[in-house]
């Protein structure tokens, strides 16, 4: 069983920084991309940051050069660090990984759990 586990999220005042980290754990070959999206209250799932293996980042307009996504393939995990945090950042942010579990499986697709990031104005 292939799961990702997040952790991070919280509440800050705005300008102040958070960190959130997703690990994916059980039988992973290996891992193509990572991803952070975030829904922000009435609005639909958006998609914040992606990495890809030997690729650059990529960011919505809104978050470049304020949050950096990161990952570390010996762990299998990715981080989003978010710095200048707005009141528009206040969302649930969930975490999203293509993966294969062998080499002769596709492609599946994992979502965390969600984390919930608030930020006060």
């Known amino acids: 069983q292939v799961q990702l586990v997040e952790s991070g999220g919280g509440l800050v005042q705005a300008g102040g920084s958070l960190r959130l980290s997703c690990v994916l754990r059980?039988?992973?070959?290996?891992?193509?991309?990572m991803r952070w999206y975030r829904q922000r209250p009435g609005k639909q799932r958006e998609l914040v940051a992606e990495?890809?293996?030997?690729?650059?980042?990529t960011y919505v307009d809104s978050t470049e050069g304020r949050f950096t996504i990161s990952r570390d393939n010996a762990k299998n995990a990715v981080y989003l660090q978010m710095n200048s945090l707005k009141p528009e950042d206040t969302a649930v942010y969930y975490c999203?990984?293509?993966?294969?579990?062998?080499?002769?499986?596709?492609?599946?697709?994992?979502w965390g759990q969600g984390t919930r990031v608030t930020v006060s104005s």
């Open positions: 990495i890809r293996s030997g690729g650059q980042p």
């Open positions: 999203n990984v293509d993966f294969r579990p062998t080499p002769r499986d596709n492609n599946f697709v994992r």
């Open positions: 059980g039988r992973i070959f290996s891992i193509s991309a």
